[in-house]
């Protein structure tokens, strides 16, 4: 698809999730989560990942990995009996007639005419016991279609009850899954629900065990499989250009990153200049680079990968990176936010000092009263962080001051906007 034929994910709500009592994170192109150890910013992304894995997986196993529907319960202050997840996202023009284009489901005309905003969500808690789980509610809206399932597996489409055969199989399964199979709004919904979100938190050692060839072009989480990723944009010399580019601006003196392949494995070779020749005159192995450059190269490729996701989520950001360089990286994925959203969470003043990030975008998590909360700055903060401020330099003197309340979901937690 086109750069044009874009997924953008609006809004994440969560309820009675992990430490969430109740949250309301809106997301920009580039959106920068800050707070302490622990406060929740990698909860916040978890969330996202769930949705992913029930609908491209099952909803049994997203919470299996995670260690059950208990496991994931809000227990603060006041302790929840059930969990919901609601994410908005537009589906563009371009991405639903790509999806028409590939499927001969019925669609009305209008579904073209502009971009389609759709929230989904559903909720779900444990069954009697607290042995299992079953799903309480699921909500699909667009303006002008929607199903709502609830009780034992109905799901309702335009407020029609569809026949039973295109019911969820069970009270544990989603119905977006069997809806998507009957009309092309919900097939494009959950098509961008399963590809949408690219989460890491990359490992330098996971890279530097250059696993077998698996041919695949999507970067993992750890980011263990970089040289099959590397290997795919290849193909592309516009991609491969950008790559060395900024890896030469990150690392002074490499010249180009290169895969290769010996027995089996996926290889991944540093070509660096040799005293003033303007040619690549020595070839390091990933054994021999440090891990911030190892985690530039994987964070150069999460941003590039073919397909390109909606979101890609960057735990700490500056881990293992040279502020000269890491000013470098940020160029990069400031950049790259014409392709493709990016949410980082970060602790660095240097991070938070550059140019592409603005006191709008940045989200501060807080443990307040027994659960974590989000919070936008403060009015005063927002204007204390202004060039040739920054909102590093308000983190640097810990005067990163937030809005008197915070981002909740007040009224019907499964509205649309």
């Given at each position: 698809m086109s750069d044009l034929a874009r997924v953008h994910i609006e809004e994440l709500r969560l309820s009675g999730y992990r430490a969430f009592e109740n949250a309301r994170l809106q997301l920009d192109d580039l959106t920068v989560l800050v707070g302490r150890n622990g406060a929740g910013k990698s909860t916040l992304i978890d969330a996202l990942e769930f949705v992913r894995d029930a609908l491209s997986d099952s909803l049994a196993n997203a919470l299996e990995r995670r260690g059950g529907v208990q496991a994931l319960l809000h227990h603060g202050a006041r302790?929840?009996?059930?969990?919901?997840?609601?994410?908005?996202?537009?589906?563009?023009?371009?991405?639903?007639?790509?999806?028409?284009?590939?499927?001969?489901?019925?669609?009305?005309?209008?579904?073209?005419?502009?971009?389609?905003?759709?929230t989904y969500g559903f909720r779900i808690g444990p069954t009697r016991g607290g042995l299992g789980f079953e799903v309480k509610k699921e909500v699909a809206h667009a303006a002008y279609q929607h199903f709502t399932r609830a009780g034992r597996g109905d799901w309702r489409f335009g407020g029609v009850v569809m026949p039973h055969g295109v019911r969820a199989t069970s009270r544990d399964a989603l119905a977006l899954p069997f809806a998507a199979e009957h009309a092309a709004l919900w097939r494009a919904l959950l098509d961008a629900l399963k590809t949408s979100v690219r989460a890491y938190s990359l490992s330098p050692s996971a890279i530097r065990a250059e696993p077998p060839v698996s041919g695949a072009s999507i970067l993992n989480r750890s980011g263990g499989n970089a040289g099959d990723v590397l290997h795919h944009l290849e193909r592309n010399k516009a991609d491969a250009a950008w790559i060395n580019k900024h890896l030469a601006a990150i690392t002074p003196g490499i010249v180009r990153v290169r895969s290769e392949t010996a027995a089996g494995r996926r290889l991944i070779r540093f070509h660096q200049r040799y005293n003033k020749s303007k040619t690549a005159g020595v070839v390091f192995d990933v054994g021999d680079m440090s891990d911030g450059t190892l985690r530039c190269l994987a964070i150069l490729l999460a941003l590039r990968q073919k397909p390109t996701p909606a979101l890609v989520c960057i735990e700490e950001v500056e881990d293992s990176v040279h502020p000269a360089a890491l000013g470098v990286l940020l160029d990069a994925i400031a950049a790259s936010t014409s392709r493709c959203q990016v949410l980082l969470t970060s602790h660095s003043p240097e991070a938070l000092s550059h140019p592409s990030v603005t006191p709008e975008q940045v989200r501060v998590v807080e443990w307040r009263e027994g659960s974590s909360q989000l919070f936008k700055l403060s009015p005063g903060a927002e204007e204390m962080s202004r060039p040739p401020r920054s909102v590093g330099r308000l983190l640097r003197t810990n005067a990163l001051f937030t809005a008197k309340d915070s981002e909740r979901v007040e009224g019907d937690f499964f509205a649309a906007p």
């Open positions: 302790e929840a009996k059930e969990l919901a997840v609601v994410i908005r996202l537009r589906l563009s023009r371009q991405y639903l007639a790509a999806v028409l284009h590939r499927t001969e489901l019925p669609a009305p005309q209008s579904i073209l005419a502009d971009d389609a905003t759709v």
